[in-house]
T-cell receptor, first 114, second 111 residues
Framework: DTEVTQTPKHLVMGMTNKKSLKCEQH?????MYWYKQKAKKPPELMFV???????INESVPSRFSPECPNSSLLNLHLHALQPEDSALYLC?????????????FGEGSRLTVL | LAKTTQPISMDSYEGQEVNITCSHN???????ITWYQQFPSQGPRFIIQ???TKVTNEVASLFIPADRKSSTLSLPRVSLSDTAVYYC????????????FGKGNQVVVIP
């Protein structure tokens, strides 16, 4: 299994809603990532988890709250978002050691904030 | 972190070889060069990785000169399905997970 699965594929939410994006991988990777991508822009790193602990937070606003409940799952909790937060949210995983350190990406969750 | 610079876009005719360059003047000794391909509304996909000289796999070749300050991704005989954005990333494989994407190069393959 070489897939990273993200759900939901599409999400529309109001600025007062609370929602979550989910990411799952079964490749045994111990590094997991959240990226945000606006239209016609490169992916921007948001968070990195290493061995289920948050290792990098790229100064992301607190309305985005990541969680890594176990080595296969990564969540991104969303609360009080702004319309400018509308974007494609990409999850990725990679091995900590061995191989090429290749990032395996999911297909993304397309978020629209009204 | 080594910053990368790529041309914004390029067009190529179907069946031609496409060479995409990336500049990374401040590459560090431990850094590898990795290329990703991204189609619209999909996550990026790994293409190839190298440290020096030449690397070839079933889809591409990667040329890295001795000073490692640049690299060239070569796609042989492109087809319409190779129309995508191509990103080069430079970084330590494992010691630094802060892998930052540059602006990428939009390649459009023309029939």
């Amino acid at each position: 299994d070489t897939e990273v699965t993200q759900t939901p594929k599409h999400l529309v939410m109001g600025m007062t809603n609370k929602k979550s994006l989910k990411c799952e991988q079964h490749m045994g990777h111990r590094a997991m990532y959240w990226y945000k991508q606006k239209a016609k822009k490169p992916p921007e790193l948001m968070f990195v988890y290493s061995y289920e602990k948050l290792s990098i937070n790229e100064s992301v606003p607190s309305r985005f709250s990541p969680e890594c409940p176990n080595s296969s799952l990564l969540n991104l909790h969303l609360h009080a978002l702004q319309p400018e937060d509308s974007a494609l949210y990409l999850c990725a995983s990679s091995p900590i050691r061995g191989g090429t350190g290749e990032l395996f990406f999911g297909e993304g969750s397309r978020l629209t904030v009204l | 972190l080594a910053k990368t610079t790529q041309p914004i876009s390029m067009d190529s005719y179907e069946g031609q070889e496409v060479n995409i360059t990336c500049s990374h003047n401040n590459i560090a000794t431990n850094d590898y060069i990795t290329w990703y391909q991204q189609f619209p509304s999909q996550g990026p996909r790994f293409i190839i990785q190298g440290y020096k000289t030449k690397v070839t796999n079933e889809v591409a070749s990667l040329f890295i000169p001795a000073d490692r300050k640049s690299s060239t991704l070569s796609l042989p005989r492109v087809s319409l399905s190779d129309t995508a954005v191509y990103y080069c990333l430079v970084g330590d494989l494992y010691g630094n997970n802060r892998l930052a994407f540059g602006k990428g190069n939009q390649v459009v393959v023309i029939p």
